[in-house]
């Protein structure tokens, strides 16, 4: 009788060492995960002011261009965006273009890399130079960020445009 009783309650003893495990285990993951949606929002927030300030662009303000898309960018992005030079013809054609971000979906985030999905309008304006015309070009742009943490910041390393199509305009009733 006493070799069934001690038996109970190295079982009894045992399955609450098991349940305080599981508890402290939830609390872990729970903590984790609330972390890392931290984190996703920094990603997200980070692709979007890219894509908005690398879509849009005003032939008159050429240098705050450059300084916003240095602000967000990093590696090789960055050198490049350093080392470039505004098309004359875009001045010529007086070129502007907005971009306005319609989705922004994190598919893969370490705690120093993380990669994005970004969907975006864009509105292209510019003078045609032989009639003078404004021409207006509305595109749906999907483009695929790799970003990387410096710091406290997350900055976009490489990116790529995947697809672009035109958007119809909206009927006017």
Do not use: H
């Amino acid at each position: 009788m006493t070799g069934q009783r001690g038996a109970m309650f190295v079982v009894a003893g045992f399955a609450g060492l098991l349940l305080i495990m599981a508890v402290f285990s939830g609390w872990q993951g729970a903590n984790r995960l609330t972390t890392r949606g931290d984190e996703t929002k920094a990603v997200e927030e980070a692709s979007r002011a890219f894509v908005q300030a690398y879509g849009t662009f005003d032939f008159r303000d050429l240098e705050s261009y450059r300084q916003r898309l240095l602000s967000l960018t990093s590696g090789s992005v960055r050198d490049a965006v350093a080392g470039s030079q505004v098309d004359p013809v875009a001045a010529g054609q007086k070129r502007t273009t907005t971009t306005s971000v319609t989705s922004v979906s994190v598919t893969a985030i370490s705690d120093d890399a993380a990669a994005a999905s970004v969907a975006a309008v864009q509105l292209r304006r510019s003078v045609d130079l032989e009639s003078g015309n404004l021409i207006e070009e509305r595109v749906l742009q999907r483009v695929a960020c790799r970003l990387i943490r410096e710091g406290d910041r997350w900055l976009v390393s490489e990116f790529r445009l995947l697809s672009e199509e035109p958007v119809s305009p909206t009927p006017q009733r």
